[in-house]
């Protein structure tokens, strides 16, 4: 197989996105089997001070242009269809995040390339580069090849650790000529920052709730710790909600929101299926009960046996602790 | 002020999903349909437009098990009309379903002119691609995904879109119309029809059955499916055993392995 | 006892609606309202409500019905059946009217309660309020320890089609009481089958919840998969689902024997007497569901079945029988606990937990399926979950049979 493996280094406001990170890591493994290097392609305006960041890259093609401000997938998508043409890559792996999506679709599109999607791992194989697909809103994995390069491949967040696609190694920049098209029919008028009131926690990725094992409401604050080290919000089963002690818009189940975050930690939660109704389809569900039996396990991944009050400040503490170690590493 | 909404019908994931012998696609026996769960949003913003601006919103699928249900219900809910395009293919992918709605939209003198095209912002499905951007791309109209909200300056033709993006920010759009937009939640919840009226719609209204468009550009996928298999779920959750402090340096390593820390 | 049956009322030609309700007997007797206020008195959320039965009435007859249906107040009628019991003129309004007033408020409504939709839709698409599987209906089967026939698998004819429905098919704490009955019919060799998967809820809750149009899709279902089978007759486990093949599946040709679980069980006292082994050492009290006990007066059969089990002390709560306090649950209250809540209303269950726990029994008996999630959430709201647990009738039943060889 020939040509370079591409990770589209998606940037937003000043920052690379997360999910550039694994598909960073995902990339270098598979470049590694290809025996082909590795390269970012970093395209905005003033962006080119991001690419120090992304040394997992062989190489970073940064495309500077006053158009790509804003990240318009339909531009961007045309940046890069010149740039696929002219340099011919054998794979491109583009984050799926709310900042870029559409746009890998519209690069493939424009080339009449293959384009896969929801892709949790991208390897090669004997019949060419084999993507694992998380289909059905996570009830069916496909595994699936491509016909033809290169082919675009859409990467699901949980791909890899972001820690493993980070690298302090410098990489090689090389600037890259963009065009793009003179098309000023989709126009970012203003950005609107979060209102100050209550969260929307069916949008939030990490959830904290809590249940009747936290069993005052002074106890909250142990939970809203661990919320603010994960970067979620706290949220509730009933009784909580009940006793007033979290506004109705944070409760979980049938009689409150379905949420679908990627991270849900149930404290003191016993599962009734009322909840289970409203958050069984999260990614990731770390459950910590007293009561072994709970049927709160059978729907979490992980499980704790062990008092909430107990468990609870250890996690915030030991994630603190994590979190301080890579701010220094 | 013509709206246009896509609908698509994929497999209800509240039943289990069986995988058919041969191992590369889901069992059709034993699918049950049901509309894609962001295409009834979509469907809600339409009617929501169409409220506010008055004007005709025509609902388009491709047949499908229990696809006239849905239809039935967005003709009871307030769509103006509903068009079915048959032998569209069985399963077709999302590159298929692209060709086919604009090859057909493309074919109707009333419709070409749709003001906005609107449908689900993604599908569980969604294998080769998503609809929006590639309806708009065969359409060569603007696309702009992630919508939350629409509202049109019709005499002006533009719309301005709120975009959803991570960490509760949004981003206000000017789009100059027509444009496909991928909606990812109305302004409200999809609203509640009565099932009376569901019924009464099923004796009194009409789908269009339409024969799908000739496609010049469809050729074979370019997505190959090797094999498909369930994930395994986990009967029980795996049991951290430990003091607090030991079970939350696993919790941790458990984090930090799935990108979550 | 009880009431004659409907006119039927699904035919198109003769449709029981607001406008002609007067052209039928049943809203003629709304002419005979002498405006006693004895309904708005009795009924539970009569203090909240804009317009109770009797102003309902009354502005109907001064034709100001388009102000009740502006009003959403109309949500919290449960369906309990206390206006109806204590109408002097035996006016039917849990019946008839209030189900015809709530369906015109459903169309007046901006939105409808998210819960509320969520569990209609969920009905009409899985069979179930739940949105559980409707292929994973028949899945406590495994775990009954019993063998149960399903008639799709085994359609010999049976004596009793035992109709399970949701709460009681996906619920773990209903499927509980679903094991309980099938051990207890099985010990008794009475030679039942069920529908499995092929079943859907019955729908009651779908009429008295504003959805006739749902109602009638499930009775048109579930009427056409008993014609496919020969039984003799139907034990439910759901008041609602009795209530629903009493008063409307007739219409359908429902022709078949009927029965609730408790009532049916109290006929087998005789063959279940030496089966109850076990002594029981609870003092128990019963709450009267109101669609068993105000709608069809089976206060004494639950009361014969539990005192039959050795050790059992029966103490009664401040409202009982036709006094009973509803659960809250029916009339889709099952569904609006949020909705209750954002208006600041008591839960009609907690209200009734506070009676249960000032008898000092051990255990709150009930029989219907909805009683028990209702109830056992209050106790632990109220931090009464110590104190006192709560059973299904069927389940101390098969609990004093253990240990029969």
Redesign the interface.
Known sequence: MSGNVWVFAEQ?RGRI??ITY?ALALGKELAGALQVPLEAILLGHNVLPLAGTLGKADTVLAGEHPALAELV??LYAEALAALVEERAPCAVLIPL???S??????L???L???????CQDVRAAA?GI?AR?V??????????????TP?IFGIW???????AGRSDRAPSVEEVRVTVPD?T??????????EAGD??IT?QE?LVAVG?GIQSPENLALAEDLARS?GGAVCAS??V???GWLP?SR?VG???LTVKP??YVALGISG???HV?GMRDSS????VNSDPRA?I??????????DVL??L???T???EA??EAHSHA | MNILVLLRMVPDVVEELEIAPGGKALDADLLRMMLSESDGHALEEALLLKERYGGVVTVLALDAPEVDDALFTALAKGADRAVKISDAGENPTTLEAAYTFAGWIAGQPDLAYADVILTGVQAIDDLDGLLAPLVAHQMRLPYLGIVTRLAVDVPGRVATAIKEYPGGVRGEFDVDLPAVFGIQAAEKPPRYVPVAKVRAAMKSRQIESVPAPTLAEAGPSLVNVVAMEKPQPAEWAAMLEGSPEQVSGKVCEILAGTGLL | MGHPILAPVESETCQLTLENLSRFPEGSELLSCIQCGACAGTCPYGDVMDYPPRRMIAMMRAGLLEKVFASDSLLSCVACYACMAKCPRGIRLTEVLLPLMKEQTLTHLPELPAELQRALQSTLRYGNPMGEPSRKRAAWVKTAGVPIRILAEDPRPADVLWFVECYTSFYPRGQDNSRATARIFHALGIDFAILGNEEKCAGECGRLTWEPGLFETLMDYNMAVFQKYRFHRVVTSCPHAHNAFKNRYPALGFNWGLDHTTPFLAGYLAQLKPLLRRKLSYAVTYHDSCCLGRQNEFYDPPRLLLQTIPGVKLVEMVHNRVNSICCGGGGGGMWLDTYFKAKGYERLSERRVKEAVATGADVLAVSCPYEVPRFEDALKVLGHDKKMIVRDVTELLAESMEGNP
């Open positions: 937003w996105s997360e694994e997938p339909g995040t709310n900042i999506l559409g746009m890998g679709t519209l493939a599109a424009r009449h390339l293959p384009s896969v999607n929801f019949a084999e697909c289909l059905y809103g996570g009830k069916i994995e496909s595994r699936v090849t491509a016909a033809g082919a967040s949980g791909a890899r650790s972001p820690e098309d029919r989709v126009r970012l008028k203003r950005y609107i920052e979060p969260v929307d949008r990490v009747r994960l009933r009784p909600i009940d006793q109705l409760q049938k009689s409150g990627k991270l009734a299926p009322e109704e990731l569900i770390v459950a049927p396990f059978g729907v979490a991944h992980y499980g704790i046996v062990g107990e468990v400040p250890a996690l503490a030991a994630i994590r979190k």
